[in-house]
């Protein structure tokens, strides 16, 4: 049995990534695909309790701590539900991956992109998305989306302008940086309009069904 991929997708807050994660996952299986939707930080039982922890804007929760949760998190799901459904050739969509922790942490709190990379390689053994699809969105533009759903924020949803800026900037330069990994897809774009993309980005990777 081939193994299965693992799919991630990225993007700052508002760029649309639970819609196209979803969309993708009804249509790639409708294809005939198996295909799994997860996500992050959450997923399996111990890491949606660490998610109501670092979404909660009631905590303080410094930098490193934040990291460090973010990574723990990502450990257990690997280890419980990831890892074993790639084994088992089930693909494996991700709405967020270690790209959100170098992007947030490393270069949004300032912990620098090799600290945080380093202990995502550790708590993930390494793993590797086959391909990860960015959502590029105008900082401003994610916000205004955010504020549009009459939800209350979460704890990093009220950080301001230039965090988000950073992040988006942090998102180019790893897109930049590994091409063939990361495909960059207009966000600003009707649903329907950024979900064909998202499959013209996936192609190559998909077998026969």
């Keep these: 049995m081939a193994r299965g991929r693992l799919i991630t997708i990225e993007g ?46 009631r905590l303080r929760i410094g930098p490193r701590a934040e990291a460090l949760l973010y990574a723990a998190a ?7 539900a990831v890892a074993p459904l790639l084994d088992s050739g ?16 490393g270069v949004g709190r300032e912990l620098g992109i090799e600290a945080v990379r380093a202990i995502n390689d550790f708590a993930t053994g390494g793993l590797r998305p086959d391909r990860t699809l960015l959502l590029r969105i105008d900082p401003a533009a994610g916000r205004a989306r955010l504020a549009g759903r009459g939800e209350a924020p979460d704890r990093l949803e009220l950080e301001d302008e230039v965090f ?37 980005a996936l192609e190559d990777l998909l077998p026969a069904p």
């Design 12 to 57: 700052i807050d508002g760029a649309g990534k639970t819609t196209l994660a979803e969309g993708l996952e009804r249509e790639l299986n409708a294809r005939g695909h198996d295909v799994r939707l997860l996500r992050e930080p959450g997923g399996v039982g111990a890491a949606e309790r660490v998610r109501e922890i670092v979404k909660d804007p």
């Design 74 to 80: 990502r450990a257990q799901l690997v280890e419980e």
């Design 90 to 105: 089930v693909w494996v969509l991700l709405d967020r991956f270690v790209d959100s922790s170098l992007a947030y942490q």
């Design 164 to 200: 988000f800026r950073a992040i988006a900037t942090a998102y180019d330069r790893l897109a930049e940086a590994e091409p063939e990994r990361i495909r960059v897809l207009d966000a600003h774009a009707e649903p329907g309009a950024v979900q064909a993309a998202a499959l013209d």
